[in-house]
């Protein structure tokens, strides 16, 4: 089975806090093979966890490892992609792990490190041709972005473009986890959300919407709050950058049909008074990922694809800390 | 005088609401002449303001205008740079205007147009070498900004990457003329604090400053505003795009010694309980321009230059209306 067919396989992992999910991906974008495993916690179990899930790749699709071109890893945390590097990927229980280097000395395939939000948004672009320029806005735990420009991610200087999750959009909000107070993420994170809400819960933001639909006054405030915060982040993206698009994934895209109306009746009524932000019809430039929707382990496998072709975009992170 | 010396000179037109200024410059970025013009109304005047114009740098630099390479024109409002069209520069009554086939045709020259914030940003980007990527956020009548990425403007998928001023960071701040309310332009545009001020004068913003060191307490109140505005734009700026460096620039830096502190003071303050925010050390990546530097009619005159070598960055904006 190795030889032509095999030449342009990719792997691309997306390994979250929880679960690694990989796929291996054709030149073409088919999808070859696909496997889930637990995360372990610390550097080493890591490191064992995306050599595991390459392996159970590999095995699935009958190739030998040669015919394997990249593998590719979005995870959370700040990641040097240049070196590689992630850095205080805390619910990891990283604080700096070589990553790349440690994957590429144990299965001797070149081996590509990127967050997870920025692997998403080349996975939601590779998806939508001609959405171009993008911004995938991630509506997890935690509320950032990824800018896609030319077909490449958009780092900025310092590795931290599309970091709007942090926007300050109401000096009367809740404290942040960043510290600041009233943040986008205090309005349309998922972890705000359900610590606001206070309930526990496995799906606290499903409980949210569950009993705003029954008429619970503060569950409704926070699902407004929800929407509120998505559209700020919308408009933070598309003032500043002017994307055409803005793709809308992570956690909370699992509740879409429950939340994408609202999102898109927020960002017409937030325009009611102003014919300029109706001009920018920001409803109609949102698009709403489906939950189950594997774009950071597709952009995952395109990391490799994408490092290799350099361009004036390219801008590397220098190492922080 | 014609010849090897001439044929690298280009003009850069910055048409505001009261004046032309015009630029002769360099290949090396010398300024061989300098004009200023009153502007006139209507799509005539604003015509025949700019060719007059040019006309008098011709003059004063002794050349043929065969010797001149390029026209730039930067102008408010929103322009087509791809075709030249000026559109709704209410201030100088343009509804409509091919403003560069019509100079281009008085004076058989080659005639670009830009918006003047966008071009003041290619002309802040090519005095600071290396503080790219770059925004140019300009606090004049209105707030808005222009982004510089791999040495050219950032116009976005429709022309409106930058528009920051009509964010919204307060949902109970003062109506704002675009139709929202708690716009950051609401609270740093020139035009915004004298509404808001309300005693009329040529330097409102001045007077402001002045009663608020006279100990006035509404004036501080809106002195305050202005270092909060213009912190949030920066914050907007740098946590969407993660721009190296934001020049601010515009009116409003004819004050800046009295102002920069202020806008960086803010900068800290508003990080002072977030870990994340210090680290993006916003306050050292401000720089203010001083109040007289000609950035608009510089970059003007670099837009022949910027436009004659096509990149993959060099977006289109399409026609509106």
């Known amino acids: 089975m190795t030889g032509i067919a095999g030449s342009g396989i990719r792997i691309g992992l997306d390994v979250g806090g929880t679960k690694i999910a990989?796929?291996?991906?054709?030149?073409?974008?088919?999808?070859?093979?696909?496997?889930r495993r637990p995360t372990g916690w610390g550097d080493a179990a890591v490191v064992d966890g995306a050599v595991a899930a390459v392996t159970a790749l590999i095995e699935q699709l009958g190739e030998s490892s040669r015919s394997i071109r990249s593998i590719g890893i979005g995870i959370p945390g700040l990641v040097d992609a240049s070196e590689g590097l992630v850095l205080h990927a805390v619910n990891l229980g990283v604080a700096s792990l070589g990553l790349a280097s440690r994957v590429r000395e144990a299965l001797g395939i070149p081996c590509f490190v990127e967050n997870d939000v920025k692997a998403a948004a080349l996975g939601a672009a590779s998806l939508r041709p001609g959405a171009e320029p993008m911004a995938y806005l991630n509506l997890g735990t935690g509320v950032a972005a990824g800018l896609i420009i030319g077909g490449r991610i958009w780092r900025g200087a310092r590795g931290t473009a599309g970091e709007v999750g942090h926007l300050v959009v109401d000096p009367q909000g809740r404290v942040c986890g960043c510290?600041?107070?009233?943040?986008?993420?205090?309005?349309?994170?998922?972890?705000?959300?359900?610590?606001?809400?206070?309930?526990?819960?496995?799906?606290?933001?499903?409980?949210?919407?569950?009993?705003?639909?029954?008429?619970?006054?503060?569950?409704?405030?926070?699902?407004?709050?929800?929407?509120?915060?998505?559209?700020?982040?919308?408009?933070?993206?598309?003032?500043?950058?002017?994307?055409?698009?803005?793709?809308?994934?992570?956690?909370?895209?699992a509740l879409g049909p429950r939340i994408e109306p609202g999102i898109r009746a927020r960002l017409r009524s937030d325009a009611a008074e102003s014919p300029f932000m109706q001009s920018l019809h920001l409803d109609e430039r949102i698009e709403l990922l489906t939950g189950d929707s594997p774009v950071a382990a597709i952009g995952a496998a395109l990391l490799g694809a994408a490092i290799a072709v350099p361009s004036p975009l390219d801008k590397e992170m220098p190492s922080h800390g």
Do not use: N, Y
């Not at 990989?22 to 496997?35: I, N």
């Not at 359900?194 to 619970?216: F, M, Q, T």
């Open 22 to 35: 990989g796929l291996a991906v054709a030149d073409d974008g088919t999808h070859l093979a696909a496997v």
């Open 179 to 253: 510290g600041q107070r009233g943040c986008i993420e205090t309005l349309c994170g998922g972890g705000a959300l359900a610590r606001a809400w206070g309930r526990g819960g496995d799906l606290p933001v499903k409980d949210i919407l569950d009993a705003a639909d029954s008429g619970d006054e503060r569950a409704a405030g926070l699902r407004a709050d929800l929407f509120r915060g998505a559209a700020a982040a919308v408009r933070a993206l598309v003032l500043s950058t002017d994307v055409e698009t803005v793709v809308i994934g992570g956690g909370l895209t």
